[in-house]
């Protein structure tokens, strides 16, 4: 597993941020299938006969689901989310689901909930890789992970009733670079469907902390325990199987015998025997008792990542990175090749006579296995003996004696949605062409959470340079598809520096110098459902009145940190000068982009006092707050307040050389960088040839010259005729131009910097006469 950067684990960043992220992610998927590769499989029988199997899967997409399998026919029964990260692995533990991720956190989860996350686990200081539990004593659990950290937990007693101490605990006893002072004092309760009502600053009365198994100088990836709970093993990238006592943490002994990673351990209900799966590509099979390899099985080409064994321990199904299924009799050493899948595969789960088996895919799928009597599967034939050397099974595919698989269909399967695997990021920063694995590329508009075309399967470069435009808007966002679809980061103060006319964003009913922050509206429109449900509170503000930084809440107005308090920050607040034909408008509610609610965007972030967290942002109730949302979300939200990012853009305004034009000024000018070349056409018309005075009222197209202000005229003043833009209501008598290049009335000052300019002085502009239209 190597690391890569996320929206939750921001650990390994090279790039310093003040203020809290805020990310949203993007999925035109419905809530009921996976968008990305399946990590884990946990399956849950049956208590009683009138109920049924439920299979649990986790995903790369961040999330769990839950799947009913009655009849054998898998059906969607649940969504489990608030992991922000990859989910690696998942147990079930007595009546909780356990999993673990990429965000460094375990969860528990009521198993039958609607999504109910019941605790969050903030041990960690890394990637949570895997996780072990006890048949017989549900109550344990082990994770391990990257940083070679293992843990014992005892579940029912890190679930005890906690003391809720939010605001009695001081900020510096937080969670620092993923890791708490007091070792069971994280429990955030946050899902879909839940409220979000603690912090992890929630410290057990009892002060449980989990067993420390202390050994590890490197990543761990895999652990088993027996039944009792009295035997664990664990490995990774140190290529030996360690052995536990989990009741005390204690190390018994080191096996030695693989040559590379170990990515899969299972171990008999006795506690005797162990298998272990290597990228070595090997399996082996360990007496405890007598500390030793007893046998060894050239099954695969390539890297054994999963395993999963009969109950009786007789048989092992395996699978891995040659998107192989194998079954193996550990006794005789016969093979056979159940089925091959399109991707390498990830983890097994086995049901009865159904083998489930998780690949890179998003899809799960059901494969014959004969679980209650594996030896008849050998009596179809085309079995082989595995070897004992790990190149013996590469020697016999090479000289073309691969064996046939037994079966070419699964029996069932649970689809999934192609994941995103390309994205690029169109220049309007607003629109962002993606590609899935399917091949499909399509267009999605960033502001609304919608795919606005989607062009099948045609080529992405091809589809990119068609959609180029010649503009330049600032990128007030950064994003990646790591989960399989668009995460969206927002970052402080940076976010706010795109503006853009209202009528470029073909918004009806406002003034055409109208400017809309993208990202101001954005946020409006993720965050309406909070905002509508949210109660202001007594006094004040519901947000304990961020504008005078009182309830000592970090991150303030009045943050002690010079670089917070000395952003600068605007009220933007709605006008007649700038929306016409909105008197209904409620500007602290409503927004010009519209995310759609039948597939919602999750909100990714986190408050004052804890790690991140996801939710639906439907889900939101209106009661988080500042400790839950960052500080500066709510301000723009709630007060329309945020930092004014420098949008000026300076340039020097001459007649061209030979031309009989006067000039305007001997100074440089400065304007909105989004400002419109016909406004400085406009200008030098209003300015030369009509000799009218300039309306001092237009100040949004303002820009200077020496000491004083002079004012772009307004348009709109004579009425125009049906179909003709704005900038053609004077005659074409002056072009401006730029490097001699006559420059498009529509093209901002932003643009012709960047594409025509190309150069880090000052802009130049010259302007030139001619001839009038008839």
Known sequence: MHRVGSAGNT?????????????????????????????????????TSD?????????RDGTLKRWALKDQNPTFSGTFESHVDWVNDAIIAGDSLVSCSSDATIKAWNCLSDGVCTRTFRQHSDYVTCLAG???????????????????????????????SRDAVPEDENMTNGNLGAPMSSSRVVSSTNNITGSNNHVNPNGYSPISAKGHKDSVYALAMNDAGTILVSGGTEKV???????????????????????????????RYCLSGSSDSMIRLWDLGQQRCVHSYAVHTDSVWALAATSSFTHVYSGGRDQSLYLTDLSTRESILLCNNEHPILQLALQDDTIWVATT??????????????????????????????????????????????????????????????????NNRRHVLTKDTAGSVKLWDITKGVVIEDYGKVTFEEKKEELFERVSIPAWFTMDTRMGCLSVHLDMPQCFSAEMYATDLNLSGFNEDAKINLAHETLKGLLYHWLTKRKPKSGGSAIHNLSNGSDGVVGKFSSTDPAVRNVPLMRVESSDADVADHSQLNSSTYSVFDFLTDSPPSIITEGAHSGPWRKKCVDLDGTEDDRDLPW??????????????????????????????PSVTQGKLSAPRIL????????????????????????????????????????????????????QKYKPTIEVLCNNQVLPPEMSLATVRTYIWKKPEDLVLQYRIVQSRS
């Open 51 to 59: 109920s049924c199997d439920y299979l649990f899967s986790g995903s």
């Open 11 to 47: 650990a390994s960043s090279t790039r310093p941020r003040k203020e809290k992220r805020f990310t949203y992610v993007l999925n035109d998927a419905d809530d009921t299938k996976h968008c990305a590769g399946i990590n884990c499989l946990a399956y849950l029988k049956a208590s």
């Open 361 to 426: 895919d998003s899809s799960v799928y059901g494969w014959p296995a004969e679980g209650q009597a594996p030896h008849k599967v050998f009596q179809k034939g085309g079995s082989f003996l595995a070897g004992n050397l790990s190149f013996s099974r590469a020697r016999a595919s090479l000289e073309g004696s691969a064996p046939v698989p037994v079966y070419k269909e699964p029996s069932f399967t649970i689809p999934g949605h192609p994941a995103i695997i390309k994205h690029e990021i169109l």
């Open 676 to 727: 419109r070349i016909h406004k400085v056409v406009n200008y030098v018309v209003e300015k030369f040839l009509l000799d009218k005075p300039l309306d001092p009222a237009n100040n949004d197209g303002s820009f200077g010259l020496g000491t004083g202000q002079v004012q772009f005229p307004a348009l709109g003043e004579n009425p125009l005729r049906a179909g003709v833009k704005p900038w």
């Open 632 to 661: 500066w979300c709510i301000e723009c939200v709630v007060s329309g307040r945020y930092p004014k990012e420098n949008t000026k853009c300076s340039f020097y305004l001459q007649p061209l050389e030979g031309s009989p034009v």
């Open 241 to 271: 199987v360690r052995v536990w006592d989990p009741r005390t943490g204690s190390k018994n002994m080191k096996l030695r015998g693989h040559t590379d990673n170990i990515r899969a351990l299972l171990i008999d209900s006795t506690g």
């Open 134 to 164: 006890a048949e017989k004593n549900k109550n344990m659990v082990a994770s391990g992970a990257l940083g070679g950290e293992v843990f014992i937990w005892d579940i029912e007693a890190a679930l005890s009733p906690v003391i809720k």
